[in-house]
């Protein structure tokens, strides 16, 4: 247990002492959006966090009760569910939800149990005219309305009143269907804050899934989800980032209850690396990232960070049909900026091609978990948007490098490193003597502020 430390005002609101993400934005040619201008240097405190919220099946139990069936999850992209009769199925731990298409082009959801004897009514994902069940082949049309089964006359207690399907609640936003499986859960506009605002600028909705990577992870999928919602472990365990990447002033906010955010700007050196690399190394490290044999030498005077913005802006015109010449700022065109919507999914926001991350129990099982890693690219506005990659499913035994020919060989080899290290957090926690984790102040708050709302939601 650790000991209870006062903190001066000054501590709390140490921060690096370099230029901050907020002094790169005043060095920008063009209007900076309002969202990047917000900076909230939130403290929520300096307590310790129990283990045992990682490893403990109780726990877990309660956060299944309390928190996946209570709030807004993203279960699939409206892409899966483009034309009358499409459905998908989202699992998350015991619950399962058939998600489809009305013939009125109505999203509808419904629990995907058939109330004859139960059994699961779809799998996976498909084109379908009708619900039935396979195992009877009691059916029900797409509305949910029960159609029929086998030898009726047996079943004279049976209606279509009292057999209609269960339904969740199903809403949209940014091209993602949502489902909440709380009757009394608030509108998903209410329940995203701030978010909408923020991100629509970035339309989400006008993109598709040009890669998408599903792995098997063996940790508690809190763990998982949160070493994707700091920068700080970035210098011991991505260290051929820090010539390109300020990972010791990123910036990190949150805003009510569900929402929060960190900025990692791309183009510059780490702060506390500057006397190691030069502005050359940086661009040249930027390079072998997106796995690019080209070495382009910068012009005298040139920045990095507005050499790599240069290089982007052709590919994020060309996708958008729009030209963002003198209308985009360098940020959006290059920087980590990564949102985070309770509990689970965190969509990157920018004018290119963006990651959104999603984390999951992966069934029953509290030591491990499902990360999606979903790579958005933009389409032309007043085009249809092209279909959906396929998924490439990874399980724990398996690294990332293994979808090295999806995700790229320099983002395969980053997500390989957190896979190193997520399984050994999981049981070093388990070993673990003080029975704690510790968090930063502020490098860490989006993690206590992801803390602090399960722990409302597990009051209620």
């Given at each position: 247990?650790?000991?209870?430390?006062?903190?001066?005002?000054?501590?709390?609101?140490?921060?690096?002492?370099?230029?901050?993400?907020?002094?790169?934005?005043?060095?920008?040619t063009v209007e900076v959006p309002a969202a990047l201008l917000e900076s909230t240097d939130t403290y929520l405190g300096s307590e310790?966090?129990?283990?045992?919220?990682?490893?403990?099946?109780?726990?877990?139990?309660?956060?299944?009760?309390?928190?996946?069936?209570?709030?807004?999850?993203?279960a699939c992209r409206v892409n899966r569910l483009r034309e009358a009769g499409d459905y998908f199925v989202y699992d998350i731990v015991?619950?399962?939800?058939?998600?489809?298409?009305?013939?009125?082009?109505?999203?509808?959801?419904?629990?995907?149990?058939?109330l004859h004897?139960?059994?699961?009514?779809?799998?996976?994902?498909?084109?379908?005219d009708k619900i039935r069940c396979p195992y009877h082949a009691w059916s029900w049309d797409l509305d949910g309305e029960f159609k029929g089964a086998p030898c009726e006359w047996d079943f004279p207690?049976?209606?279509?009143?009292?057999?209609?399907?269960?339904?969740?609640?199903?809403?949209?936003?940014?091209?993602?269907?949502?489902?909440?499986?709380?009757?009394?859960?608030?509108?998903?506009?209410?329940?995203?804050?701030?978010?909408?605002?923020?991100?629509?600028?970035?339309?989400?909705?006008?993109?598709?899934?040009?890669?998408?990577?599903?792995?098997?992870?063996a940790c508690n999928w809190k763990a998982g989800l949160e070493a994707f919602i700091e920068s700080?472990?970035?210098?011991?365990?991505?260290?051929?980032?820090?010539?390109?990447?300020?990972?010791?002033?990123?910036?990190?906010?949150?805003?009510?209850?569900?929402?929060?955010?960190?900025?990692?700007?791309?183009?510059?050196?780490?702060?506390?690396?500057?006397?190691?690399?030069?502005?050359?190394?940086c661009l040249d490290g930027m390079m072998a990232m997106i796995g690019s044999e080209e070495r382009p030498q910068l012009a005298p005077g040139q920045t990095a960070r507005e050499a790599y913005a240069l290089m982007n802006l052709p590919a994020a015109n060309e996708a958008a049909g729009e030209d963002f010449t003198d209308r985009t700022t360098m940020s959006e065109l290059m920087d980590s900026t990564l949102?985070?919507?309770?509990?689970?999914?965190?969509?990157?926001?920018?004018?290119?091609?963006?990651?959104?991350?999603?984390?999951r129990p992966n069934g029953n099982d509290v030591d491990s978990c499902i990360m999606d890693v979903f790579i958005l690219a933009r389409f032309p506005e007043g085009t249809e948007s092209p279909p959906d990659a396929a998924t490439f499913r990874l399980e724990s035994d398996q690294p990332f490098t293994e979808a090295a020919e999806v995700l790229g060989?320099?983002?395969?080899?980053?997500?390989?490193?957190?896979?190193?290290?997520?399984?050994?957090?999981?049981?070093?926690?388990k070993s673990s003597k003080k029975g704690m984790v510790t968090l930063g102040n502020y490098q860490e708050v989006r993690i206590r502020h992801f803390h602090q709302t399960i722990d409302k939601y597990l009051a209620k």
């Open positions: 247990m650790s000991t209870k430390v006062t903190l001066t005002d000054e501590q709390i609101a140490a921060r690096d002492p370099s230029d901050s993400f907020q002094d790169l934005l005043k060095i920008e310790d966090i129990a283990i045992s919220r990682y490893i403990s099946q109780d726990f877990f139990d309660l956060e299944v009760e309390k928190v996946w069936r209570k709030t807004w999850q993203a015991d619950d399962s939800i058939l998600l489809t298409r009305t013939e009125s082009g109505e999203l509808k959801g419904y629990h995907n149990s058939c004897r139960g059994r699961a009514l779809k799998r996976g994902s498909g084109n379908s207690h049976v209606n279509k009143e009292n057999t209609k399907l269960p339904e969740v609640k199903v809403e949209t936003w940014g091209g993602w269907v949502f489902i909440n499986m709380d009757e009394n859960a608030p509108s998903l506009k209410d329940y995203m804050e701030v978010l909408p605002q923020h991100m629509d600028q970035w339309k989400h909705e006008q993109r598709f899934v040009a890669a998408h990577v599903e792995k098997v992870i700080y472990h970035a210098l011991a365990t991505h260290p051929q980032i820090l010539p390109y990447q300020g990972i010791d002033n990123s910036q990190y906010d949150v805003w009510g209850d569900h929402v929060s955010r960190s900025i990692s700007a791309y183009g510059v050196v780490n702060p506390s690396h500057n006397d190691q690399f030069s502005e050359q190394d949102y985070s919507l309770f509990p689970n999914l965190a969509p990157w926001a920018g004018n290119g091609t963006v990651i959104t991350y999603r984390h060989a320099g983002l395969a080899n980053v997500f390989n490193q957190d896979g190193a290290n997520l399984p050994q957090v999981q049981r070093g926690m």
